[in-house]
């Protein structure tokens, strides 16, 4: 046996050369290695002691993840469970010194109680806070409520029977911790379900999904991440329910054509709110998030369509409330198609310094690690629902190559550009099976557009607002200009009989600037945004994106005073202002709420206006309570930002 040279060990008097024979057998191996031997011995040395230490800490880490994520009414009762057994073999009786078996269950509730939760992400204390007040005023449910969730935002399942997705049938594919298995080890099957026929723009053959139902579809992205939680606690407190208080999820991927066209959503959201004035007496209030209800308000009243006649929205709806409503669009949902980039387009709260808004970090981690830009770009021109959040109205609204509304004289650089170039680089054109898209003519058919068509010198200077659109176009595949074309439009229309002709057009709907409000001077309008995160108007990136073979970006310049929520800039609503486009003389109030998150907690806490973390401050909760429940009245106009100022530069009536 052999046996370390320092090693005491003992042995028999006059047994000092057994002794001498063990030190040199345990030199000789010592001695024998090589160099490169010694070292890898010394690394794997260092490999197990660093083991040593990183195995604990990630058990440790796991605890803490688990204590986040878990909430303490989701602890089993395990003590209930043991007092159970202890009764029905009646240990109870039995006399066991300074051990009080009966208060196990009372003590183990005690403990359960005393977990501290203002620091976790799906709880901070203010659960039913704002509930609670207005139900100290004397006010409950007085108007049925409908939630609308935001784009991305309502889980989505697979229904498909197909042998190839059997294993999936019934699941999550989006949202949810089974998304992020099915990511991880089932990369190729999920992407094949989530992605849409490029022609029908409906399910590939073979592969069904669709919108999960009901308050668990929107409520929380996965276990501990929250969107509409928040809102439904409070609104319980005064006394809404199932039979007063609706989730309306739908498939965010579709576009609101096919949606109805597959699903018959807006068929089942008339039917819901017609149902709901039946039982109730009164009409309902309607809270929608980030995308909108434009469209729906414009299909119900459509003969072809809806058949609710003009009179329909007057009749039905008491107000809505429009909450970081995308109507005029986004530069992030461009960034998307351009790019694949997923930080500019899909996360819901990250760091206070970046601008990704609407996906739990982990989903982005994910997704990002396990798809190459090429295939996010597939999928997200694959979902064409996200172009109905393309910017909207042209140059005259965003501003030119030399001026925006929200231009300052400081400026040396003009927030008119919405996609910026590296200078001096040439952009290939390809012109193969272009076709211009009716919603590019007229108010988007300038000179460069004009220009463009006849394929000339590549293009090497930034694109403004109307250039962005056909650019962006040109280096899409066909398939994907099709349904933009027969599903939207962009511009801006200011000949009320063609706002008229309009009424008629469901490829408008989505485009506040193209359609008239409905004939419901009654009906309260309510515009809620948040103020005072950096948020884009150029679409940008960080590092080199490579489309159509090398388009390289540069990063723009984001302007603090001119953001909002992160993902909504901050021109909107203006046009609403004016007959042409409100007829009715519908009154149209606009809340912004001053984004103040607690560096401490997570998701911001009561004051955050971030993009998706809004829906829990308690000044949103406080508005959508106060119309729910009759107090309307008392929500006025509220601006933090320069907001009206910028407005009044802007072309509404060239």
Not at 403 to 426: C, K, N, Q
Not at 607 to 614: A, E, F, M, P
Not at 624 to 647: M, P, Q
């Amino acid at each position: 046996m052999i046996r370390r040279a320092k090693a005491k060990v003992s042995t028999p008097i006059g047994d000092d050369q057994s002794e001498t024979d063990s030190q040199s057998q345990t030199s000789e191996p010592q001695s024998g290695l090589s160099s490169s031997s010694r070292k890898s011995l010394r690394n794997r040395s260092r490999f197990h002691s660093r083991a040593r230490l990183l195995f604990p800490l990630g058990i440790l880490l796991g605890l803490v993840l688990g204590l986040i994520f878990i909430e303490p009414s989701s602890l089993p009762d395990i003590p209930g469970h043991f007092a159970v057994f202890l009764e029905d073999y009646d240990i109870f009786s039995l006399s066991l010194p300074h051990i009080d078996l009966s208060r196990v269950q009372t003590e183990w509730k005690r403990l359960i109680s005393t977990i501290p939760e203002p620091w976790k992400l799906n709880t901070d204390g203010r659960e039913f806070q704002i509930g609670d007040a207005i139900r100290a005023r004397g006010l409950e449910a007085k108007y049925p409520v409908v939630l609308i969730p935001g784009v991305i935002s309502t889980s989505l399942e697979s229904w498909s029977t197909s042998p190839e997705y059997r294993a999936f049938f019934r699941q999550k594919v989006w949202g949810g911790f089974p998304m992020i298995s099915q990511v991880t080890f089932n990369r190729e099957k999920w992407m094949s379900m989530l992605l849409l026929d490029p022609v029908t723009g409906l399910d590939p053959e073979g592969v069904k999904v669709r919108a999960s139902e009901g308050f668990d579809a929107a409520s929380s992205f996965m276990m501990g991440y929250w969107i509409w939680s928040k809102v439904i606690e409070n609104l319980a407190v005064v006394n809404y329910d199932t039979n007063n208080l609706v989730m309306a999820p739908y498939d965010w991927r579709l576009s609101m054509y096919n949606l109805e066209e597959r699903d018959g959503y807006f068929s089942a959201l008339k039917t819901t709110i017609e149902g709901l004035k039946k039982r109730q007496k009164k009409k309902s209030v309607i809270v929608a998030h980030s995308m909108g209800v434009t469209y729906f308000m414009k299909w119900v009243e459509s003969p072809a369509h809806g058949q609710g006649g003009p009179e329909w929205v007057e009749n039905h709806i008491q107000a809505i409330i429009s909450v970081a409503g995308t109507h005029l669009g986004v530069t992030k949902a461009m960034a998307a198609l351009l790019s694949g980039e997923m930080k500019d387009t899909v996360d819901l709260n990250p760091p206070a310094h970046t601008v990704r808004n609407t996906l739990s970090p982990l989903t982005l981690l994910v997704l990002e690690r396990f798809f190459s830009k090429k295939e996010r770009q597939s999928l997200f021109r694959s979902w064409v629902g996200g172009a109905s959040m393309w910017v909207k109205g042209g140059n005259a609204v965003w501003g030119n190559a030399t001026f925006a509304p929200d231009d300052e004289e400081v400026d040396h650089h003009t927030h008119g550009e919405l996609i910026s170039f590296r200078p001096a680089v040439p952009i290939p054109r390809d012109d193969k099976d272009v076709e211009t898209p009716p919603f590019m003519q007229g108010e988007a058919q300038t000179a460069a557009t004009q220009v463009a068509r006849r394929n000339p010198a590549p293009v090497s200077k930034n694109l403004t607002a109307d250039e962005a659109g056909v650019w962006i176009l040109r280096h899409t595949p066909l398939t994907f200009r099709k349904m933009i074309a027969t599903n939207y439009s962009y511009g801006i229309e200011r000949e009320e009989d063609v706002l008229r002709l309009n009424d008629l057009d469901h490829t408008k709907w989505t485009n506040p600037l193209e359609i008239r409000l409905p004939t419901a001077p009654s009906l309260q309008f309510y515009c809620v945004y948040g103020h005072g995160k950096e948020t884009e108007d150029n679409t940008c990136s960080e590092h080199d994106l490579h489309l159509a073979g090398h388009v390289p970006f540069s990063r723009s310049w984001i302007d603090r005073d001119y953001t909002n929520e992160g993902t909504n800039p901050k021109v909107r609503n203006g046009g609403w202002k004016r007959k042409r486009w409100n007829p009715a003389g519908i009154k149209v109030t606009t809340v912004e709420l001053p984004h103040r998150p607690e560096i401490t907690l997570p998701r911001g806490g009561a004051n955050t206006s971030d993009h998706v973390d809004i829906l829990g401050s308690n000044a949103l909760n406080e508005i959508i309570l106060k119309v729910a429940t009759g107090a309307g009245e008392e929500i006025h106009d509220n601006y933090v930002s320069r907001i009206r100022e910028y407005a009044k530069r802007i072309r509404w009536d060239d």
